[in-house]
């Protein structure tokens, strides 16, 4: 048989996939106590990774009032070498803490040294929920019994006694403590035992009421005659646990009708104050009796309902549902529990819980039907209004959710103080380059590996100085702090952080909620705008110089006023037309082939033939000035005379470009002798300068077809489009 075990046990590997498949929790730890391992439903249950769990992790989730108990049990059982039992609770995946039964045993070694726990745990939330309402039902039963007018008393199938109210311990004299060596047998009469026994054993052997009146000795010594009426109760396999009973004093001389009315009344007087509706109908259906409650409920006065059956009473529905309710109370002996609704006299349809039990005759048959309701209508409204108070809420994080991953700005939430464990939106993830899942904290067990630094003025933020740990830190908002990030990779984004804590009901800080701007372009534009101010301011300085230096210029060649007038403003116009350029560009650069056209712009209606061609370049700013006064110099002196001053010229104005610069070739053809000037004038003098300027003088030559200038200008001041 062992070498069949041997051949048909589970390995290693089945055993580790059954665990891991439990549907209980199982955990296992090392010889050090440190936890190793998890299955899946502990995880499910935490809603975290196994990573987050192993080691100390699994102890964040156990509430702060039992993990020292907890680990001192555990301590106990390797000393004790003992497995052990103990109950904590448990932080669930969705923050609500859940009581667990964790069962464990400690391994040792082959020499004695302990290796290590392996546990299971099981949810017992609903289990001590149970065992706490079941200790408050019982503890209501005793106040109920406590002060009920009769003697009542439950009992196990032995005839023990399990519980007698106040009523029937002063009856005895005895307290609780003396119930479980009490034998009521005891003070029974002597004449009376054999009969009462036969009835009682009779009764638990049927499990079926009894009814018995008998003699029993008082606390004085005294006898007397008590009628018991008692009812047996049932497991659901039919097992009888035992009765409840009313007992009722009837030793006073009076007749025993009149004894037996007393008693009723005493039951009704019962009933009457019962906190709920209790009635009871006969074999017919007919009402017998109706409480006060009953009779509110019903909106009639008792005396209308008395005679009456539900069919008389109530609308057709209604009357065979409470029918159907009686007959199934009659058919079981202990009895049935059901919903019954019932529209009140306050228009409100009531939902009521109801036991109803069969009441049986003199001759042990039932005859009677006895009911009891307890309203429920408040608790109903409050479970439905919490129903809908958990879908508005599903709703309204639907809807969080939604604006969050909606919104193009960065929003991080921290759920705790400190403000250890962030979550963000995707625009936040995506700005600070990190999971949308992950940790928006650098702190806490569970935090982020660093990936960029937070810089105010190049210099690191400390941690407890960013807005959202200061905001929770002060208890007061942070509004538009700028601060810019650093990332490994060398890039820097500069924001903008706004920070709000969060409050708990007793006003302390709890949290807190931040919303991130990238304001990069703006913090561009903002150094754009400065760095073109004063561009500008330096532009400004300069064209006033060029303005003071061609009007002193013009004016010392000037033979007239007539004539520096003409001069100035077509050069002052020439100015102009290359600072618009300029500004087309935000100073960037003009572009030469725009240069050329605007210089000959004021000429190109005289019918003349000019040729303009060359790559696509650009002026830095700082010659550009230079180049365009060249050319309305050129184009000036070609009108006045050159190849512009007759309709046959040709006027050609090619450039290249190479790696050493860009060459500028100006090409006059006249159909008559051109002579070079007798005088330096002012456009030979700007030739001169202009070639300094550019690091390379200016070739100018008279031929005998007409001008022709080369113009070279560096690589440092053009630009390539």
């Known amino acids: 048989m062992g070498s069949r075990w041997q051949q048909s046990r589970p390995d290693a590997r089945a055993i580790s996939l059954m665990a891991e498949a439990a549907p209980v929790m199982i955990w296992a730890s090392d010889h050090s106590g440190a936890c190793i391992w998890f299955n899946q439903s502990w995880l499910a249950f935490v809603g975290r990774h196994l990573e987050e769990e192993v080691g100390d992790g699994w102890a964040e989730n156990v509430h702060p009032d039992d993990l020292n108990r907890c680990l001192a049990e555990y301590r106990a059982a390797v000393a004790t070498r003992r497995p052990f039992s103990s109950e904590y609770r448990l932080r669930r995946y969705d923050g609500v803490y859940r009581w667990l039964l964790d069962n464990g045993t400690p391994h040792f070694d082959a020499v004695g040294r302990f290796a290590g726990f392996v546990g299971s745990c099981t949810d017992v939330t609903a289990l001590k929920d149970t065992e ?12 109920l019994a406590d002060s009920a007018p009769v003697m009542l008393w439950l009992s196990d199938p032995d005839g023990r006694c399990l519980l007698l109210n106040q009523r029937l311990r002063d009856f005895w004299r005895i307290t609780n403590d003396q119930l479980a060596t009490f034998d009521w047998a005891q003070t029974l009469h002597p004449h009376d035992l054999e009969r009462v026994g ?5 009764a ?6 009894f009814i018995v009146e008998a003699r029993y000795r008082d606390h004085t010594g005294a006898y007397r005659t008590l009628r018991t009426e008692a009812v047996p109760t049932v497991d659901a396999w039919g097992t009888c646990l035992g009765f409840i009973g009313v ?10 009708d009149a004894e037996l009315r007393r008693s009723q009344e005493r039951f009704a007087r019962f009933m009457t104050h019962l906190p709920g509706l209790a009635w009871i109908k006969d074999e017919a259906g007919r009402y017998v009796f109706a409480n006060d409650a009953a009779a509110a409920a019903f909106a009639m006065p008792v005396e209308r309902i008395i005679g009456r059956t539900d069919a008389e009473l109530f609308p057709v529905d209604i009357a065979a549902e409470f029918r159907r ?3 199934a109370a009659r058919a079981s002996t202990a009895g049935v529990r059901v919903i019954e609704q019932l529209r009140h006299s306050d228009g409100i349809i009531h939902h009521s819980i109801v036991s109803k039990f069969a009441i049986p005759g003199d001759d042990q048959r039932p005859t009677m039907t006895g009911g009891v309701a307890i309203d429920v209508t408040d608790h109903k409204a409050a479970e439905d209004r919490i129903k809908r108070l958990n879908e508005d809420l599903r709703l309204q994080l639907e809807e969080r959710e939604a604006l969050l991953a ?11 103080p400190a403000c250890r464990d962030i979550t963000m939106n995707p625009a936040g993830a995506a700005m600070l380059r990190r999971p949308l899942a992950s940790n928006g904290s650098d702190q806490g067990s569970v935090a982020a590996t660093p990936t960029f630094r937070v810089l105010r003025h190049g210099t690191e933020v400390p941690t407890d100085e960013l807005p959202l740990q200061r905001a929770a830190r002060l208890g007061q908002p942070v509004i538009g702090d700028e601060f810019d990030i650093a990332f490994a990779d060398g890039t820097v984004v500069s924001v903008s952080k706004s920070a709000t804590p969060l409050f708990d009901s007793h006003g302390q800080v709890r949290g807190c909620v931040g919303v991130f701007v990238d304001i990069s372009g703006h913090k561009h534009a903002e150094r754009r705008q400065n760095l073109l101010i004063d561009e500008l301011n330096h532009r400004a300085k300069n064209m006033l110089a060029i303005v003071q230096s061609i009007s002193a210029q013009t004016l010392r060649r ?12 077509a050069r002052i116009e020439a100015l102009a037309r290359t600072h618009a350029l300029l500004t087309g560009t935000t100073w960037e650069g003009a572009p030469l082939d725009q240069l050329v056209a605007a210089a000959l712009a004021p000429f190109v209606g005289r019918g003349c033939r000019v040729t303009t061609e060359g790559p696509s370049v650009s002026i830095k700013p700082a010659l550009a000035v230079t180049v365009s006064l060249l050319l309305h110099e050129l184009v000036t002196n070609a009108v006045k005379h050159g190849a512009l001053r007759s309709a046959d010229g040709r006027l050609s104005i090619r450039w290249v470009s190479d790696t050493q610069g860009v060459v500028i070739s100006w090409q006059e053809l006249c159909p008559f002798a051109v002579t070079p000037p007798t005088r330096r004038g002012f456009g030979s003098r700007l030739i001169e300068a202009s070639g300094i300027q550019f690091g390379a003088p200016v070739d100018v030559n008279y031929g005998p077809e007409g001008l022709c200038v080369r113009i070279s200008l560096p690589t440092d001041i053009i630009a390539r489009s």
């Open 132 to 143: 706490a309402a079941l200790r408050i039902s019982e503890a209501r039963f005793r106040l």
């Open 198 to 202: 036969a009835l009682v054993g009779s």
């Open 204 to 209: 638990v052997a049927r499990k079926q009421p």
């Open 247 to 256: 007992n009722v004093d009837i030793t006073d001389a009076l007749a025993a």
């Open 325 to 327: 309710n009686d007959i």
């Open 406 to 416: 909606a919104l193009p700005v960065g929003v991080a939430i921290a759920s705790d």
């Open 558 to 569: 000037s033979s007239t006023p007539k004539e520096f007038a003409a001069d100035f403003s």
